[in-house]
């Protein structure tokens, strides 16, 4: 009996150093190499090299050959070299009607990008890449995908218009970064920016290296973002109400003329500033050659606070490394 249990035992032991990681003990497997196989395989069959990740998969089924064949992993093997041996006969099927076969790691043709954002306005240099093809933005009327990353080079700018039943625009200026992932979420890295929309029940996301926001606004707004050197939001309300979520931080609800720095540790206190003199000193409402279609909007909720206001302070706010200090510069009466 004792002999015939040091057999068994050397057999596991055997079949632990030939096959890896891979132990059988009455009929159980574990099996990090063969999972281990398995990501291997996808990785190289995502890349285009079908054969590399059919042999992947066959070395994973010889590893389950010691096991029942009843062992989940069979099928799941099974069912991944089924689907590598399917695309890589579509492949070569390409590949001898002359179609170039593009890995998923590479960028799409230019032929296949979707027609998601309309650009209706730009100046200077701005590019676009990331799923597609680089390609430089040369004319407004073109159209770019959702999932591009734009870079708008200083001095330069570019007008979006969001064709889906949202209605958004975005502007930016100088030396800004930005990506849109999906509908409705703006990955904003560097830079000025306006994002606005003339429907009702809104909803967005804006995010910062740093910083997320969701924005809902039950009326059409337009809101003026600029990024700050610690990776948070400056967010002024141009017109319309908008509720500020930061998820398990807090919220606050902005109406025209009211500026808030959206950092990590939360919403700074909430300031006023001037909208007529946003309208004259911001590139983003004066560097285009149209103005923008809030920009009747714009100067009546300008009247509106400037007729609110006894008292006024003609300043611009600037960046903020925190949630209570702030740059403001006070801008200087012009001499008569």
């Given at each position: 009996?004792?002999?015939?249990?040091l057999?068994?035992?050397?057999?596991a032991?055997?079949?632990?150093?030939?096959f890896?990681?891979?132990?059988?003990?009455?009929?159980?497997?574990?099996?990090p190499?063969?999972?281990?196989?398995?990501q291997?395989?996808?990785?190289?069959?995502?890349?285009?090299?079908?054969?590399?990740?059919?042999?992947?998969?066959?070395?994973?089924?010889?590893?389950?050959?010691?096991?029942?064949?009843?062992?989940?992993?069979?099928?799941v093997?099974?069912k991944?070299?089924?689907?590598?041996?399917?695309?890589?006969?579509?492949?070569r099927?390409?590949?001898?009607?002359?179609?170039?076969?593009f890995?998923?790691?590479?960028?799409?043709?230019?032929?296949?990008?979707?027609e998601?954002?309309?650009?209706?306005?730009?100046?200077g240099?701005?590019?676009?890449r990331?799923i597609?093809?680089?390609?430089?933005?040369?004319?407004?009327?073109?159209?770019?995908?959702?999932?591009?990353?734009?870079?708008?080079l200083?001095?330069?700018g570019?007008?979006?218009y969001?064709?889906?039943?949202?209605?958004?625009?975005?502007?930016?200026?100088?030396?800004?970064?930005?990506?849109?992932?999906?509908?409705?979420?703006?990955d904003?890295?560097s830079?000025s920016?306006?994002?606005?929309?003339n429907?009702?029940?809104?909803s967005?996301?804006?995010?910062?290296?740093?910083?997320?926001?969701?924005?809902?606004?039950?009326?059409?707004?337009?809101?003026?973002?600029?990024?700050?050197?610690?990776?948070?939001?400056?967010?002024?309300?141009?017109?319309?109400?908008?509720?500020?979520e930061?998820?398990?931080?807090?919220?606050?609800i902005l109406?025209?003329?009211?500026?808030?720095?959206?950092?990590?540790?939360?919403f700074?206190?909430?300031?006023?500033?001037?909208?007529?003199?946003?309208?004259v000193t911001?590139?983003?409402?004066?560097?285009?050659?149209?103005?923008?279609?809030?920009?009747?909007?714009?100067?009546?909720?300008?009247?509106?606070?400037?007729?609110?206001?006894r008292?006024?302070?003609?300043?611009?706010?600037?960046?903020?490394?925190?949630?209570?200090?702030?740059?403001i510069?006070?801008?200087?009466?012009?001499q008569?």
């Amino acid at each position: 009996m004792l002999s015939r249990c040091l057999s068994r035992t050397s057999c596991a032991v055997c079949l632990f150093f030939l096959f890896g990681s891979i132990i059988v003990a009455d009929g159980q497997v574990t099996a990090p190499e063969v999972d281990r196989l398995i990501q291997l395989g996808r990785a190289e069959a995502d890349k285009g090299d079908f054969a590399k990740a059919l042999g992947y998969f066959n070395r994973a089924m010889g590893y389950l050959k010691q096991a029942s064949p009843r062992h989940p992993l069979n099928e799941v093997v099974r069912k991944e070299i089924r689907i590598a041996k399917g695309r890589s006969l579509v492949a070569r099927y390409q590949n001898r009607s002359g179609l170039k076969v593009f890995k998923s790691d590479e960028p799409l043709p230019l032929s296949e990008e979707t027609e998601d954002i309309l650009v209706t306005q730009r100046f200077g240099t701005v590019l676009a890449r990331q799923i597609w093809q680089p390609k430089e933005v040369k004319e407004a009327g073109e159209f770019i995908g959702i999932g591009r990353r734009l870079t708008v080079l200083p001095e330069a700018g570019v007008e979006l218009y969001f064709g889906d039943e949202s209605k958004y625009s975005l502007r930016c200026v100088d030396a800004a970064s930005f990506a849109i992932p999906e509908s409705r979420l703006f990955d904003l890295h560097s830079g000025s920016f306006v994002i606005s929309s003339n429907g009702n029940d809104n909803s967005a996301t804006i995010k910062s290296p740093l910083s997320s926001v969701k924005v809902s606004c039950e009326k059409p707004f337009a809101l003026m973002i600029g990024i700050t050197t610690n990776g948070g939001l400056k967010i002024i309300v141009l017109f319309g109400e908008c509720t500020l979520e930061q998820e398990k931080l807090s919220t606050s609800i902005l109406s025209p003329g009211e500026l808030v720095f959206a950092l990590p540790e939360g919403f700074s206190r909430k300031m006023s500033v001037e909208l007529s003199t946003l309208m004259v000193t911001s590139k983003l409402m004066t560097a285009f050659d149209v103005p923008p279609v809030y920009h009747k909007k714009l100067r009546q909720q300008a009247m509106i606070q400037a007729l609110r206001t006894r008292k006024r302070y003609k300043a611009v706010v600037g960046d903020a490394k925190n949630t209570k200090d702030f740059e403001i510069k006070v801008l200087k009466p012009e001499q008569p």
